[in-house]
C-alpha cells in the first residue's frame, strides 16, 4: 500500500549539512506516520525522527534534537529530514518508514510496516 524512496544521501565534512527526501507512492486516501531510521555499520537500527499525518507533531532521538528537522508535504507525499552541523556519528544508512497508526509518533522499528530502501550519510572528520 505504501512505498518509500529515499535520496538525498552522500558525504559531507563534519559541520555541514544535507537534506534527505522519503518520496511515497500511496494508495489515496490512505494516511501515515513517517519515521526515519539509521544503520550505522554493526549497529542495530535506530529511531531519529518521527512526525504525524497532519506535520503538527514531531519526535527526536535526543542525539539529534535542535540539529535535525523532520518535516512532510502531504499534498505531494513527501517527507524531508533536514540535517544540519552534523557529526562523524552521524555516519549510517537513513531509513524512511510508515506507519498507517498516523495518530502516534511511533519510535519502535516494529511500528513501522513499509520501509525504504536507505541512503547512506558519511561524514568526514
Known amino acids: 500500500q505504501v512505498q518509500l524512496v529515499e535520496s538525498g544521501g552522500g558525504l559531507v565534512q563534519a559541520g555541514g549539512s544535507l537534506n534527505l527526501s522519503c518520496a511515497a507512492s500511496v494508495r489515496t486516501g490512505l494516511r501515515y506516520t513517517i519515521g526515519w531510521f539509521r544503520q550505522a555499520p554493526g549497529k542495530e537500527r535506530e529511531f531519529v525522527a518521527a512526525i504525524t499525518w497532519t506535520g503538527g507533531n514531531t519526535r527526536y532521538t535526543d542525539s539529534v534534537e535542535g540539529r535535525f528537522a523532520i518535516s512532510r508535504v502531504n499534498a505531494k507525499n513527501t517527507a524531508s529530514l533536514q540535517m544540519n552541523n552534523l557529526r562523524p556519528e552521524d555516519t549510517a544508512v537513513y531509513y524512511c518508514?510508515?506507519?498507517?497508526?498516523?495518530?502516534?509518533?511511533?519510535?519502535?522499528?516494529?511500528?513501522?510496516?513499509?520501509w525504504g530502501q536507505g541512503t547512506q550519510v558519511t561524514v568526514s572528520s
Open positions: 518508514a510508515a506507519s498507517l497508526n498516523w495518530t502516534k509518533l511511533w519510535a519502535t522499528k516494529t511500528s513501522y510496516t513499509y
